[in-house]
Structures are given as C-alpha cells and as structure tokens.
C-alpha cells in the first residue's frame, strides 16, 4: 500500500479529531513519524488498523469511519492533481463506473507497484446498476462506497445510494457485489442509438482488418486461439490452435478466465502476460584472461567479472475483448506494453511490428528519449522526499520539545484550548473545592545576606529540583515560585476529590528532602515551614506577554497567612483542610485560634504524622531533625530561666546593701564583683550542660542576657552614690 492513502487519512484525523488523537494511535502503532511519504510502500493492513484504533477512541463504528476516509479521500487527492483524472473518466456517472477499472491503469507510471482492485459493471436499468469489487485487500468496502458516492456529488452531480448485497471470498480475493441506485439517464440514450446503428450495414474483410492490428486474438467459446496477427506469429508460430490459458496468464481484470466471464467484462482492460519467458539473459560469469608481457603461461592472470542478474523477459498486452456475433467468437484488440527500446530489444520485437494507427510507436520512442530525464527527476524527488522526511523528524522532535516547555508553564488541558484559538478571557474557571500550599526557607533573608547571588541561585535551584521531583508522584500542580516561596495547588486544572490529601503527602515529602539541602552559610540542614488551605478559588491565564496560570481568591491568601504563621518543619492547615483528611490516616496537634482581617478568628492544627493502613505511626527522615530542634529549644529555655533566676538574686543583693539613711555604703569597685562572678559561673554551667551543636547559640543569648543585666545595675549604682551623699550633707548642715 502506498503512502498516499495513509497520508490522507492521518490528515483527516487531525483536522478533525485534533493532533492529540493522531499521537494516540501513532503512539499505539509504534508509528516513528507523523508524515507518511506518498510514493513510499507501507504494509497492507496499516491504513484498517488505524481506523480501528481511531474506533476504540471515539467509540464509532470502523464502517462509519471507513465510509468517512473514503469521502474525505476524494478531497484529499484534489491536493495532488487526481480530481482531474477522475473528471475526464466520463461524460456522466454511468460512463465513470464503467470505467472505474481502467482508472489505476492511468496512475501506473506513478505507482508501478500497484495492486489495484477490479471492478465491472452489469444489469444497467434506468434507475441504476449492480458493480462488481474484487481486491486482494480486506475491510475497504465501505472506503469503496464512501468513494464513489463522494465522486457522484462532487463531478457528476449525481445522488448515488450504494449498499452491498453480496460478500465473498475467493481464494485470497475478496468479491462484493453492490447495488447503485442513481438516475441512469445516459443508459436510455444509449439503448436508442444503438437501434439507430443497427440500421447502418458497412462490411470489411477480415484480413484487412487483421492486418490493423497485429497483436490481436480471435477467441472461441472454448478459449482456443483461431487466428492470431503477424506479430503474435513470429514470437509464438505455433499460437493458432492452442488454448489461451496455456499461453497467457490473466493479470487484470481479476476474474476466473472463461468465456461468460470475459463477455460480461467487455468494458474492461484486459491484460495477459506470458506464461514462459521469450528471451533469458546468459548468467555465465565471464572468464577475463589477461597476459602480462612475455611472462611465463603461470603468470597468467584469470579474473571473474561478477554475475550479472538473470532478466526474463516476459510480452505482456494490454487491450479490449470484443463479442462479434456473426463469428460467435471474441476478438482481443490488444497492442504490447514496451516501456523503452530495451524491453522491446529483449522480447524480439522491432518497432515495424507495432501498428502505426496508434501511439505505440511513439511511445516506445519517447520513453527511450526521456527515460533518462525521468530518471533523474525521480531521484531528485526522492532525495528531496528525503530530505523532507528529515526535516519533518526534526520539526517534530522540535515540537515536542516545544509542547513540553508550553506544558511545564501552563497546565496541558488550558494550552490545547489556547492553541484551539480559545481567548485567554475565556479560560477562567471557579474551582468550588481546592487545596493550596505555601511554603518558606526560614532565616532565608540572613541567609542571602551571607551569600553571593549565584550561590543563592544554587541554593534555591537544589531546593526547587527536589521538590519538583517529588511532583511526579502526587496529583498537584505547580502555580509558581518566588524568591524562596514555593506555592503548589491540588484539585485543579484537574478536579480530584482528595485534593486535601493530596497536598498533605507532598508536603511530608518536601520536608523530607529540604533536610538533604545544606546551608553553606554555617553546614546546617536548611528548614522551610508549610501553610495550607482549602477552599474556592479562580483560576486563569492572566496577560498576554509571559502569559501564566494564576489563582485568584480569599483562600490564596489564608493559605499564605497559614504559612506565615506556622512553625519550623511544621505543616500548618485550617479547619477547612482538617476536615477533608481522613483522621484516622493523620494525626494533628490543635493550635491557637489565627485571626483574619481582625475580627475573624479560624481554627488551626498542626499535622504531626501520617499512619500506615495497620494503625502505626510512620516516622520520616525529617521527623530526627525536628526532635533535634525541639531539644535544643528545651535547653535553650531551661539555661535561660536559671539565667534570670540568677540575676534577680544579684539585684536583690545591690538593693539591699544600698538601703535606708545611708549608713552602709559598699565601694563601686567591690560592687561589680559579684556581677562578674554571677556571670563566669553562669557561663560554666552553660558550658557543661550544653551540647556541642546548641552551645554557640545558648552563649550569644546568654551574652545578651548578662549585657542587659550590667545595663541594668548601673543606674542604681549611681542612685545610691547620689543618696550617700546627700545624707552627708543633711549631717553637715
């Protein structure tokens, strides 16, 4: 099968199924290329099996779809020339089917491996016809008759109702009969010129008529040749007596060779080939004997020429069965199929065989003269076709590229309709239930502080990896980053029911992979903290220059307020996600009530841990570094109590000894030495309960600590100098 149909029907599931269709059977066919080459072979059930592939998809009927291929095909072939062909088969409708078995006789050159079908025609009435459909190829029946009813409209202007009466199979042909229902005008206009021939009586001598045709066979009801022209003569001088069928094989049309068959198939072309070869070209390897000088007859050289292909020759003739009633005998008008001076060279033919009342003299010569020129501008095509192919493979691999980055920016479903020619205004849609998660680098912004830019992007593109990544196995969809904010979205484009759950899981496995990414500031784990909320939002592709998919609503914001509010490695969600999850899959902590806007007070928790289907609670990687945290902040908090225990005790100290009339009144330099002291042993104990990775933080807050209580002690000091000597002086006076 040639390319041509495949092509025309991969056109038509395009323009009208769309390009996502086509890939799905391509996909299906293991198809490498979505261009067929239309002078390139194909295998002979590929055009059937894509209509039933399309079949499974739209959920049609394969004859509904048949019958359309066979419609659109006449379009189709309107691109490449061939509608005028099909015009010029007839004046009418009748005219064309009569000749529909000769039409791929005409497109032979183009397509020289042709296996084309057979048809002919009989029982004319006025009001139609019954045809006949003979192919080697199954399941093209109702291609057939979506064909010929699309030509009837088309050229002939003709309304043709087709339906098949008859199904059957010979050897490895299929035989279908169809009954043609049209108005056969041009049937009744024949039978009344007939009957004004009969009139006419003009009579000619056989062998006058015998020498016009020099190729031609009388034929008797038992298929014996009675007489034979002169050329058939000279190749075959025993031909006159013998039975057809045992000279000649029938190539075309595809019926049983016999003489009811052959009367009934008078507006056919038919065309024999012989049975055994008229000439063979020798085989023998050449023997090539070269001597060199005066050398010695062992020195002499034998070399082989390579064996050339052994080329049979075999006369085929092509032409018309006649029924001549005054002989009872069929005669076979036929002239010999010579494609150049080569052929005609090997069968034994010269060109003063051919008869000169046609064009078969000429041809021969024109075919000789221009073979080389076709030749040629069929390579050309061919290395253009080529070339094209290659083309139409990197334009596809370009596309898809093209395809992968349109979908990584916006959603596939909202980029299809956008190249449908959908307005971006025409693309927003309410989302009645959706789940949206925020999340944050804690500490990012002193983090940056210590960093060059490109490290930062480095920093940030490790994050965003892992997380994309982690993508692929939930159903959320990315909206956008900024900064170090990464902003998720379940339950839309694509609507899903457990959209909350969804959003949950991913965020257990972002907080599992931001603990592999390092802070290159001090070599700690980087920490994110998460926010969620469900609810109604709007989304939509927003501008025309960088065009994105955004989400617009209340409940984009609580879900960034969430975020904002939660802890370190925390999942933070409202009652609404709350009441989505399954409970007893989650286990959450209660937090405290989150005000919005000032007057709307909204219930929180905390999502701690997910639970396998047996009940027990898993523990993630990220779980040990939260642990780590939460000891370190119980240590932090306990050094810091006995810190201020400690200096309320020292204050008590200092105020006590600077009391009532000033009496008793310490030196400012013994003063400060109990601070001093209160501080060293402070910063001992710090060092011996403290663990390694907690120590240089507890010292920075206890510094501050000890600094603010110097601050502190100072100005009493000085209050108590101040009331010393005022008392002095009272004394004085």
């Not at 059977?25 to 194909?42: G, M, V």
């Not at 909202?414 to 309410?430: F, H, M, W, Y």
């Not at 400690?646 to 008793?664: D, F, I, Q, Y």
């Amino acid at each position: 099968m040639y390319g041509l149909l495949l092509q025309s029907a991969s056109e038509i599931i395009r323009a009208r199924y769309g390009q996502e269709t086509w890939e799905k059977i391509r996909i299906a066919l293991h198809l490498d290329s979505n261009k067929f080459s239309a002078f390139q072979q194909y295998g002979e059930t590929l055009f059937v099996r894509i209509a039933k592939i399309l079949s499974e998809i739209i959920n049609e009927p394969v004859s509904d779809i048949m019958d359309l291929f066979g419609v659109e095909f006449v379009s189709f072939i309107s691109s490449y020339g061939y509608d005028r062909v099909l015009r010029i088969l007839g004046h009418n409708m009748r005219d064309f089917l009569n000749g529909l078995d000769n039409l791929h006789e005409y497109m032979r050159y183009t397509y020289p491996r042709m296996r084309p079908p057979s048809f002919y025609v009989e029982k004319e009435t006025v009001n139609g016809l019954t045809l006949h459909y003979r192919s080697h190829r199954r399941g093209f029946i109702h291609y057939v008759a979506g064909q010929i009813t699309e030509v009837g409209r088309r050229f002939y202007n003709t309304e043709v109702e087709i339906k098949a009466i008859s199904e059957s199979e010979e050897f490895d042909i299929v035989h279908v009969i169809f009954q043609l229902e049209f108005e056969n005008t041009a049937y009744s206009k024949q039978i009344t010129s007939d009957k004004d021939s009969n009139e006419l009586d003009l009579t000619i001598d056989c062998h006058i008529f015998f020498d016009l045709f020099p190729f031609h066979m009388v034929i008797s009801e038992s298929l014996e040749i009675i007489s034979a022209g002169d050329s058939l003569t000279q190749l075959f001088p025993n031909i006159v007596g013998e039975l057809v069928r045992d000279i000649f094989n029938l190539v075309r049309p595809l019926i049983t060779l016999n003489w009811s068959q052959i009367v009934l198939h008078s507006n056919n072309v038919f065309e024999f080939s012989t049975i055994e070869p008229l000439r063979k070209q020798p085989d023998d390897s050449e023997l090539t004997i070269n001597q060199t000088g005066d050398q010695f007859p062992s020195d002499m050289i034998i070399t082989t020429t390579p064996p050339r292909d052994v080329q049979e020759e075999y006369l085929r003739l092509r032409g018309q069965m006649l029924y001549v009633y005054e002989w009872k005998a069929i005669i076979y008008l036929a002239t010999p199929v010579l494609e150049n001076l080569d052929v005609m060279f090997n069968t034994g033919l010269f060109i003063n065989d051919l008869s000169m009342h046609d064009s078969s003299r000429d041809l021969v010569l024109a075919g000789t003269q221009q073979g080389a020129e076709l030749k040629l501008a069929l390579d050309q095509e061919r290395q253009k076709s080529k070339a094209l192919e290659e083309s139409m493979k990197k334009l596809d691999t370009e596309m898809k590229k093209t395809d992968l980055l349109l979908y990584q920016m916006i959603p596939k479903k909202i980029a299809d309709r956008l190249r449908s020619g959908e307005k971006p205004v025409n693309l927003c849609e309410t989302f009645e239930s959706c789940t949206i998660l925020f999340s944050d680098v804690v500490g990012f912004t002193s983090i940056c502080a210590l960093l060059t830019p490109m490290e930062v992007v480095s920093i940030l593109n490790e994050m965003y990896t892992k997380f994309d990544k982690c993508l692929e196995t939930h159903n959320c969809y990315k909206v956008e980053t900024i900064g170090d904010a990464y902003m998720l979205v379940s339950g839309l484009p694509e609507r899903a029911r457990n959209h909350a759950a969804e959003i949950i899981d991913m965020a257990f496995d972002m907080l599992d992979s931001i603990i592999t990414v390092t802070n290159p500031t001090n070599n700690e784990k980087l920490k994110i903290r998460i926010g969620c909320h469900s609810g109604p939002v709007v989304a939509g592709i927003a501008g025309i220059k960088m065009p994105r998919y955004c989400l617009f609503g209340d409940t984009v914001t609580t879900a960034n307020r969430m975020e904002q509010m939660s802890k370190t490695l925390h999942i933070h969600i409202t009652d609404t996600t709350y009441q989505l999850l399954d409970r007893k899959i989650y286990e959450v902590q209660e937090c405290s009530k989150l005000m919005l806007n000032g007057n709307t007070s909204l219930s929180t928790y905390l999502v701690l841990h997910k639970k396998d289907r047996a009940g027990n609670i898993q523990l993630r990687p990220f779980h040990k570094v939260l642990q780590e945290i939460t000891r370190e902040e119980a240590e932090i908090a306990k050094f810091k109590q006995n810190a201020d225990a400690k200096s309320a005790e020292t204050t008590n100290h200092v105020s006590s000894t600077s009391k009532t009339n000033g009496v008793s009144r310490p030196s400012p330099p013994n003063k400060t030495k109990p601070v001093e002291s209160s501080k060293s042993q402070l910063i001992s104990d710090i060092t011996a309960h403290s663990t390694p990775n907690s120590l240089s933080k507890i010292k920075i807050q206890h510094e501050s600590t000890m600094k603010s209580m110097e601050h502190s002690e100072t100005p009493d000091f000085n209050k108590s100098i101040q009331r010393q000597s005022h008392s002095k002086t009272c004394t004085i006076l």
